[in-house]
């Protein structure tokens, strides 16, 4: 279980960077017309959302079954 935890933390870390990065960049958020999608950064905010609980389950998997 361990493995499973520490391969889900770098996945979610992993996952939780690129998000940031794509949020952080105006072409991938971009619409059409040139302004902000409000429905991209829903989608890029759910992709670190989820990063996020994967690191919270690995952590788990790690560290909280072993005692």
Do not use: C, W
Not at 20 to 47: N, R, T
């Amino acid at each position: 279980m361990q493995t499973l935890g520490v391969i889900l933390m770098v996945v979610g870390f992993i996952m939780g960077v690129f998000g940031g990065m794509f949020l952080a960049m105006p072409a991938v958020v971009a619409d059409e017309k040139g302004g902000l999608s409000q429905e991209k950064m829903i989608k890029v905010a759910v992709l670190i959302f989820v990063g996020s609980i994967m690191i919270l389950i690995g952590q788990y998997l790690f560290a909280g079954l072993n005692h």
